[in-house]
DNA sequence: CGGGGTCTTGATCTCAATCAACCAATGTGG
DNA sequence: CCACATTGGTTGATTGAGATCAAGACCCCG
């Protein structure tokens, strides 16, 4: 894997391209807020490597760091993205922190189950929905990272992908390697 | 649906029935621990009920409420269960008690994704083997939960449960609404 | 006794998996 | 710079696992 990671000048913030790595699963490391894009989160298996989780904009990942010192997933950049160390203020931040990132955990869950029910064009189009809520204009993620996420296979994604984008559902942009959806036709669900 | 929820004399400490409910969403309440059997958690959606987690014994359900004073899901026992009121010792406990709920959150987040992954026979081992981890002889919950949960159809579940037990796969003890799985074969995954 | 929830079984259909090429872009080393 | 490998994406033909539709059995309960 390419693995494009630069690094801010400021307050320790990265920057990833789609596709790069963030952390791998073992490695020593600190927790990190995404800025923006969205990150995988996998379990390295001695079967393979199993979709374990997402992040996007707002979220921290690899804060069971502050417990184990090791990264439990590995991270890896769906579409591009910048992050900053985060550290939880030891004494000053009170339960609500906790809190609150323990419910947010249990609402992601229910959406990324989600994300495994239903048709194949309904499925892609909550992970688009999910990945573009508070930003306009997605980057799309490698069809392999969609297919994982879903549950599908490249092909069934690589044809979803073109017959919504043709009758219009998505509005892609760019060709091969650098698409964007523009707009998500928002009926719910 | 029925419901049959008894309350022990002491601590608080209930016992559900398989099928019982725990709590609606919306509700006010408190959050709980499973001291046995397990729960599913349900969204409860405009186009209907979405499963949304899942806890065994020594879970923790219904800590937004601390937050929120109200419940996010509904809860049900998937089989028979006990619970006692579960409360964040305010000071005493550390930052630690709630990194651990996260990071359990999350190991549990990849596990229920791993149930919507693979063939019905894997998906339904899965979860009878995440269910089962720690105590002899899980309780078969009702085939419309496990169906729910794995994403598959009721239909699909009892000729997979069937076939399992015929093949020796799963040892299934009892008839109708009351079996027990006393072993699942343990080839992993 | 009848009714509703649970489970089972059968027949048929459908969506997505699978298998197999192939193209386009990028990267690598001589 | 060119040959070559690699990665990401596309398209077509075929297949199969599970959905769907339908009917009936079983059991508990009022």
Redesign the pocket.
């Known amino acids: 894997?390419?693995v494009n990671k630069s690094h801010g000048l400021e307050h320790g913030t990265v920057s990833l391209d789609r596709?790069a790595s963030l952390y791998l699963a073992g490695e020593k490391g600190h927790a990190w807020r995404v800025l923006s894009g969205s990150i995988r989160l996998d379990q390295e298996e001695p079967t393979g490597t199993q979709f374990a989780g997402l992040a996007v904009a707002g979220d921290v990942v690899g804060a069971e760091t502050l417990l184990f010192g090791r990264y439990t997933f590995s991270a890896h950049a769906l579409s591009p993205c910048s992050l900053r160390p985060w550290m939880a203020a030891p004494e000053t931040a009170g339960n609500g922190i906790w809190l609150q990132m323990i419910a947010a955990a249990e609402r992601r869950m229910a959406d990324l189950l989600a994300l495994r029910c239903?048709?194949?064009?309904?499925?892609i189009r909550k992970l688009l929905a999910l990945m573009g809520s508070g930003g306009r204009g997605v980057a799309?993620?490698?069809?392999?990272?969609i297919?994982d996420i879903t549950?599908?296979?490249?092909?069934?994604?690589?044809?979803?992908?073109?017959s919504l984008s043709a009758d219009g559902t998505l509005d892609v942009q760019g060709?091969?390697?650098?698409?964007k959806v523009r707009e998500v036709m928002k009926e719910a669900l």
Chains 1, 2 share one sequence.
Not at 151 to 162: G, N, P, Q
């Open positions: 894997m390419k596709g239903g048709k194949a064009a309904e499925r799309l993620p490698r069809l392999r990272d297919a549950d599908l296979t490249v092909e069934t994604v690589s044809r979803t992908v073109t060709s091969y390697r650098v698409r």
